[in-house]
């Protein structure tokens, strides 16, 4: 390969952008959720439930540390 000759891998300007590419599968975890969400309704809205209960408890944690570096910025040390 010399100057002049584009490299094997290359894409012509103009096609920059419009080449297409395969998309992976889903995954196993993304197939068990899919097939939970189109379940009986029932399952579904256990799922979400679920969903919700473990965001509120990110939530309480990311609070809870929040509060606590406040408190640590307004107590210094040795106080």
Not at 11 to 24: C, I, L, N, Q
């Amino acid at each position: 390969m010399n100057d002049r000759e584009p490299h094997p891998d290359s894409v012509p300007f103009d096609d920059v952008g419009r080449e297409s590419h395969a998309t992976p599968g889903p995954s196993v975890l993304e197939l068990v959720v899919a097939e939970l969400l189109t379940a009986v309704p029932e399952v579904r809205d256990s799922l979400v439930a679920a969903a919700d209960s473990l965001l509120d408890a990110a939530r309480s944690v990311i609070d809870a540390a929040d509060r606590v570096l406040s408190q640590q910025r307004d107590d210094p040390p040795g106080r």
